[in-house]
């Protein structure tokens, strides 16, 4: 069973530029997760949601991140613009009981 | 002040040894406990949840509970090198954490050295 996807791995762009981090929930699971790891904060709930709808963006840093999640089974990450302190890891976990399971990652350097 | 306090590390132990790691919360809403364990450039995955107050053994690990202290520790028993990782501890409010968005700790770098 494949576990939660997330697309790219590695993302490096300059600043000013768009990027969108893509995630794919394990297929059943109704909430998903964005997270967003760095060694100064560490792992931080950005936003989350249930059956496609957002519950809590109060993690959102700033009005340039927003999320979708169009269907059960695809969500995106868009940073517009982005900024150098943007870069981190960032995770996607999704649940269907009590257990979140996460994605590997997208590492994001924004120069 | 952080939601969820964690000593960072890194802390070293010999094969065998057993491992003792621990966070306090300031938030007495929490009602969800639980231990994530991550390997470098992994994600994180999840070892051990707890409900409220008690505690959980599951193989090497036990999981404790005191939510009269707002502290949460786990055990690692004949601790081998392959525990070797960052340990994150992790709450949340309601709904078992899993329709709930977690709070974590900023983890512990352990190192088990054979």
């Known amino acids: 069973d494949a576990g939660v996807i997330q697309s790219p791995r590695h993302e490096v762009t300059e600043m000013g530029q768009e990027v969108t981090l893509r995630c794919k929930p394990i297929s059943g699971h109704n909430s998903l997760f964005w997270y967003r790891q760095t060694m100064m904060r560490g792992l931080e709930l950005l936003i989350y949601f249930n059956n496609n709808v957002p519950i809590d963006d109060s993690g959102m840093p700033e009005d340039r991140f927003s999320a979708k999640m169009p269907n059960a089974s695809f969500s995106t990450l868009k940073i517009q613009p982005s900024e150098p302190r943007d870069s981190a890891v960032y995770f996607c976990?999704?649940?269907?009981?009590?257990?979140?399971?996460f994605g590997p990652g997208t590492r994001l350097t924004v120069l | 002040q952080k939601e969820v306090e964690q000593d960072p590390g890194p802390l070293s132990v010999p094969e065998g040894a057993i491992v003792s790691l621990n966070c306090t919360y300031s938030n007495s809403a929490f009602q969800y406990f639980m231990w994530y364990r991550q390997y470098s450039r992994k994600g994180p995955e999840l070892l051990m949840y707890?409900?409220?107050?008690g505690n959980k053994e599951d193989g090497r690990f036990t999981a404790q509970v005191d939510k009269s202290s707002k502290y949460i520790s786990l055990f690692i028993r004949d601790s081998q090198p392959s525990d070797s990782a960052t340990y994150l501890c992790a709450m949340s409010r309601g709904s078992g954490g899993g329709a709930d968005g977690l709070t974590f700790g900023k983890g512990t770098h352990l190192i088990i050295q054979p």
């Open positions: 707890t409900y409220s107050s």
């Open positions: 976990a999704s649940s269907r009981t009590s257990t979140q399971y």
